[in-house]
């Protein structure tokens, strides 16, 4: 008899064989996991690993667990019903005790050091820090499957909802024409700093610091590097193809989605069919749109029938003016709270929720303004530069920085605002496992390219 995923955690539960969970990163998106995770059944949280060992206590204490943590070792805390805490995550990865880890740093270079220590354990990775898989995903996966683990896309975060929304359209017999997300977006957002991102989200200072809220991260989301990031991981696990200039943010609610997002020779805006994009929840004059789906994700696909159209405004598919083209989309994403359904597929099915099986998009690095030799990048949702998305091949050809490079290096070139960074542009980026999974990425998709 197949049982269900949740039917088989209760009988884990039940026999008393819980799975292992230990988690790296505490803030936000960990912090609400960990508030579902502790009445999941069949899993229990072991171990977890932060640099600030306050917050890591006040994340527990915030999620509802009852437990106290620990810091003499795994094995000293599961005899005393703790939680194992270390403020190395490496130690927590290599870990060969945990069943599956999860990487929720948000720091793209740690994100990778965690991955494959966890590799090498036989860890399954949840990976949340989706810059990491953006940044090399492909080598990265090489080594989870290596290592006979899975490496997967967190559920909550978007492209793990948008390759869920992508797959059930294709298996259905329908030709994806674009897929993406929503956001808050006016051009003037790309200049954006940790100094303006308040203003822009209307809260003050005073108000956003009571919150705990980091404005570097919330930056990101602001000045389009994030969703630059979360379409270059989706189009590398789908396939799907990335604009060749940049998302272009069309301001476009839900009952129109299907008739912006189309080829333009049908009507629509995109250059070609397959496409990722990102829809802006702001008219360009900064007004709200009535139907925007700033939280949610979307999928345009297409009929190959009269009966299929027929069907579609039978049943209240929304559609475009040719009834050819409809859209299907989902308002929210849960974040952190429904983490859990890429843990249980990990660990029950060895499967993933989304990863990445090729290099089509990159993230790369473009001046917020005009740049001057010595000036140090300050890297994803800082002030000086923004993550735009293009095509693999056109980051190949220009040797772009990735973002999720362009911390702590020095300009050897002025940079006008708008531009590029290339990597003949920086000082030598420091040699790291991400540097090298990069690298081994880009030689790979340059040797492809010539089969």
């Not at 640099?51 to 890591?56: I, N, T």
């Not at 139907?291 to 069907?311: A, I, M, P």
Request: hydrophobic content about 40%.
């Amino acid at each position: 008899m197949n049982l269900d995923l949740t039917d088989r955690l209760i009988k884990k539960q039940e026999e008393g064989r819980l799975f292992r969970i230990g988690v790296i990163g505490l803030g936000k998106f960990a912090t609400m996991f960990l508030s579902q995770a502790k009445s999941t059944p069949g899993i229990e949280i072991t171990a977890i690993a932060d640099l600030d060992y306050k917050k890591a206590k006040a994340s527990i204490r915030t999620a509802g667990f009852e437990k106290d943590i620990n810091t003499s070792g795994f094995n000293e805390a599961q005899a005393s019903n703790q939680i194992w805490y270390t403020d190395s995550g490496i130690d927590l990865a290599e870990c060969d005790q945990l069943d599956l880890v999860i990487e929720a740093t948000g720091n793209p270079e740690a994100a990778v050091d965690h991955c494959l220590a966890a590799f090498n354990a036989k860890s399954h990775v949840v990976l949340v820090t989706v810059e990491a898989d953006v940044l090399c995903g492909p080598a990265m996966i090489k080594r989870a499957n290596d290592a006979g683990v899975i490496c997967s896309m967190a559920y909550g975060d978007q492209p793990a909802l948008i390759c869920e929304l992508i797959d059930r359209v294709k298996s259905s017999g329908f030709e994806v024409i674009c897929a993406g997300k929503g956001t808050k977006y006016l051009p003037v957002y790309h200049k954006s700093t940790p100094s303006t991102v308040w203003n822009y989200y209307g809260l003050s200072e005073q108000e956003a610091n009571a919150g705990g809220l980091n404005p570097k991260m919330f930056n990101s989301f602001l000045d389009g590097t994030k969703s630059a990031i979360e379409m270059g991981a989706l189009a590398n696990a789908t396939g799907l193809n990335v604009p060749n200039d940049g998302l272009l943010f069309p301001p476009v609610g839900t009952s129109r989605l299907s008739n912006v997002l189309k080829p333009k020779e049908f009507g629509g805006i995109l250059a070609s069919s397959g496409s990722v994009e990102v829809v802006s929840s702001l008219d360009r004059n900064g007004e709200d749109i009535p139907d925007n789906l700033r939280w949610g994700v979307f999928v345009v696909f297409k009929s190959d029938s009269k009966y299929t159209e027929q069907c579609f405004r039978e049943y209240g598919v929304p559609v475009d003016d040719s009834g050819e083209y409809a859209a299907l989309w989902r308002p929210i994403h849960l974040i952190g709270s429904e983490l859990g359904f890429s843990v249980a597929t990990a660990l029950l099915d060895n499967r993933s929720t989304g990863s990445t099986k090729m290099f089509t998009g990159d993230a790369v690095s473009v001046a917020k303004r005009n740049l001057k030799v010595g000036e140090i990048l300050d890297g994803e949702g800082g002030t000086t530069v923004w993550g735009k998305l293009i095509p693999a091949s056109k980051s190949i050809t220009l040797n772009a920085l990735p973002i999720g490079l362009a911390h702590n290096v020095k300009l050897l070139n002025d940079i006008p605002e708008g531009q590029v960074v290339s990597q003949k542009d920086i000082s030598s980026i420091s040699e790291s496992n991400a540097y090298t999974l990069r690298k081994e990425m880009e030689a790979d998709f340059i040797e492809s390219q010539k089969n």
